[in-house]
């Protein structure tokens, strides 16, 4: 993902590189003098405007200076919000002030972070990253139980999803660092995106819809169709690098803001506002386990709960795929869904809409779909009685052609591998794949015959195939055009295609298909090693096979590309050449 360069604004507010040196040192000069004395705390006011300069170097230099600031300031509660105030209170209107610039600090902090530059993009991430912890940290001293900063991290998962120039560093050190490797972020992330795309779809959360209507949060309606692309492509890109999700609680161990023990003496959080947050009351994690009826407390944290962690997930991937999906997302998603997340669903039947919507598309897209459907089908109990009909209706000369043959190939070798199928069914498929084989490439012609053999020795019943008495596509029964693979009348033809492969150019198809004339006593192919095969791994093949002996050439060389030799006597009584040659018009340049 390339970064674009920041065009630079010529004239009176470019810097010189002296003037970036004297205002570092300013920069540094200001933040001791705040950390000298509490009468230097005007300073702030100056380096949050240096934090907006134009200059790369400056800002890095001023938004560093102000988190070494501020963290001493929210480890000691200096930050934390007064809950009576008054004009005559001094140390209370010093620290509404001083929240008031930190606030501003952090907007500005998330403001880089759509930065097209990267090397102001990744110092940004990890200063909010923490102060997360320090904020989580304090909080939970305060309160007496684990607590998570999410009003601040919120406000980081916004910035990342609307973020119009996200880079490949900033990708790779969220995703890397943080989402993939601590267990309370990746909850936090989970939660919080799903909360951002349900209100730019104009949707309503589950959290709104237990909350009091005087507290509800305003709805503005459905986002512009830019903002929900933007959306879906940063979503998308974070989720495609979550390759694993913990499968065991006693997985749950990484935590960036400290591992809750709810056994460990602490009164257990009460949502009371002790931090940093303009809000009333502080978000406290639902323990989706709980049980209403029972008036026992839950032991184990939320955090700690698998199924906690299932359901965030579940609700992040269905807003996901609520936005507006491009073809390349699209495809993508589906080479991920039967690995990536339905294993991880409290519920996998909720991607049955979705999965079979995508099956009946039709396309390279059906192809990609099958899979997931296919992991419905046999391990959550999904009735879908036309699979085998649709899945054979795949079989066209496209198919032949896309980049996603083998894979296909491979899905539909485990679907046809129970010996319980109607041999009716098998042998269509045989014939269809028999029939495609007569006008598909060299490359595909030598996946299917490899796989016909195998359905061949998997299902004796039809081997009839083999000896039946059609010929050609003229006395064949078998129709090509039926939908309905039990209706196509399959086993009453014959594999004719086979013989009529048996003649072809190309030297591997010819010997592959010559198989089905011996008897069959060869064990079945591994189908894995004709899947790859393209025109350049023949041609490789070719080029580097050894020969017996050098390959036979002309006597005499050529002395053109089309030579007409005609017969001429000699004119006048000279020795002239009895034959004379003469050359094709238009040729000459060819001659030798």
């Not at 396309?363 to 699979?387: C, M, Q, R, W």
């Not at 109607?422 to 028999?434: C, D, E, N, S, T």
């Amino acid at each position: 993902m390339a970064v674009a360069k920041r065009p630079r604004a010529e004239g009176k507010a470019d810097l010189s590189a002296k003037d970036v040196k004297d205002t570092i040192e300013q920069i540094r000069l200001l933040e001791r003098q705040v950390a000298e004395s509490k009468t230097n705390l005007n300073n702030i006011v100056t380096l949050v405007q240096f934090s907006e300069s134009d200059s790369p170097k400056v800002i890095h230099a001023a938004i560093h200076a102000l988190f070494r600031v501020f963290s001493p300031m929210l480890s000691r509660g200096e930050l934390q919000k007064p809950k009576k105030t008054s004009a005559e209170d001094k140390k209370a209107t010093v620290t509404l002030w001083l929240r008031d610039n930190y606030i501003k600090f952090l907007n500005r902090t998330c403001d880089i972070l759509n930065m097209p530059e990267a090397g102001l993009q990744v110092p940004a991430l990890k200063i909010l990253m923490d102060l997360v912890k320090l904020e989580s940290a304090y909080l939970t001293v305060v309160s007496g139980g684990h607590h998570f900063a999410n009003d601040l991290f919120q406000r980081v998962v916004d910035a990342l999803l609307n973020c119009t120039n996200m880079s490949q560093p900033l990708l790779n050190e969220f995703t890397e660092k943080y989402f993939g490797y601590y267990d309370d972020l990746r909850f936090y992330f989970l939660k919080d995106a799903t909360v951002t795309i349900n209100a730019a779809l104009g949707r309503q959360s589950k959290k709104d819809s237990k909350t009091p209507a005087n507290k509800k949060q305003k709805t503005t309606g459905q986002a512009s169709s830019e903002k929900l692309s933007l959306l879906m492509e940063n979503t998308f890109n974070i989720m495609e690098t979550l390759k694993s999700m913990p499968t065991d609680a006693k997985e749950l161990d990484e935590f960036w803001t400290g591992n809750p023990d709810p056994n460990g003496g602490k009164k257990e959080y009460t949502g009371d506002s002790f931090g940093f947050s303009d809000d009333e009351d502080e978000e406290e994690v639902e323990d989706l386990t709980k049980d209403a009826s029972s008036a026992k407390p839950v032991k184990r944290h939320p955090l700690l709960t698998l199924h906690n962690h299932r359901v965030v997930f579940s609700d992040c991937w269905l807003a996901l795929l609520r936005l507006p999906f491009t073809t390349t997302i699209y495809k993508k998603t589906l080479l991920i869904v039967h690995k990536r997340i339905i294993p991880h669903l409290p519920r996998p039947t909720v991607l049955m809409d979705f999965l079979t919507d995508s099956y009946n598309a039709g396309g390279a897209v059906s192809l990609l779909a099958l899979k997931g459907l296919f992991v419905l089908i046999t391990e959550h109990n999904l009735d879908y009685p036309d699979f085998f009909k649709k899945l054979y209706m795949l079989f066209d000369r496209n198919l032949m052609h896309v980049k996603y043959r083998a894979r296909f190939f491979s899905q539909v070798d485990i679907f046809l591998s129970s010996p319980l199928l109607p041999a009716q069914l098998v042998a269509a498929f045989i014939k269809r794949m028999a029939r495609l084989g007569l006008s598909s490439p060299p490359a595909s012609i030598v996946i299917i015959i490899p796989f016909i053999y195998n359905l061949l020795k998997r299902h004796p019943t039809c081997m009839q195939l083999i000896h039946g008495k059609a010929d050609s596509e003229k006395n064949d029964l078998y129709d090509h055009a039926e939908e309905d693979p039990m209706k196509c009348h399959a086993l009453q033809s014959s594999l004719w295609e086979m013989q009529t492969l048996q003649n072809h150019f190309a030297p591997n198809v010819s010997t592959l298909a010559k198989i089905f004339n011996e008897q069959f006593t060869k064990p079945s192919y591994n189908l894995e090693d004709f899947l790859d095969h393209t025109y350049a791994t023949m041609f490789q093949n070719e080029i580097t096979k050894k020969r017996k002996g050098e390959a036979a050439v002309a006597v005499e060389p050529p002395k053109g590309l089309f030579v007409a030799s005609v017969e001429s006597t000699a004119v006048d009584g000279t020795e002239e050449a009895e034959e004379k040659e003469e050359i094709v018009p238009g040729w000459e340049s060819w001659v030798f």
